[in-house]
């Protein structure tokens, strides 16, 4: 995100661009399919504020119940910090889970998998392209 966006400025978050060639493109897309099950961006938002989230990354999901004030980080704050830094961090948020999007291109990358793998990954990773030469006996 941006340092100098404002706090009613929409979240974007950047995309996540994987390559490679050969083998590195198989390794690649492997990677693009654990980063998009197991990749989870936790932001802690503030209630009162209001931001909508928006951009390239994918709301994974907003919990309902993930109302939290930050008790041993608010202890920490106040030791380090002081009063007046500890106090901000009191206002209740709201917990959103977000996953970044990601793009994949690869270059002469054998085919990855089996059919359960494919339709797992093309649920997950849309974003993919596969370069390829016709007639290379190795793609």
Known sequence: S???????EPLTLPKIYLTGHSLGGCLAQILALDLASNCEINIHQPISEGTIVEGLGVPAC????????????EEASRIWFGE???????????L?????????????QPRVGNLAFK????????????VITEGDAIT
Request: hydrophobic share 25%.
């Open 62 to 73: 907003t919990s309902k119940d993930s109302f939290s004030v930050h008790s041993m980080e």
């Open 119 to 130: 339709t797992v990954y093309k649920s997950r990773v849309p974003h993919t392209f596969r």
């Open 84 to 94: 007046s830094l500890a106090q901000s961090r009191n206002t209740p948020t709201k």
């Open 2 to 8: 941006n340092r100098n966006s404002s706090p009613g």
């Open 96 to 108: 959103m889970r977000l996953r970044p999007a990601l793009a994949v291109y690869t270059y002469g």
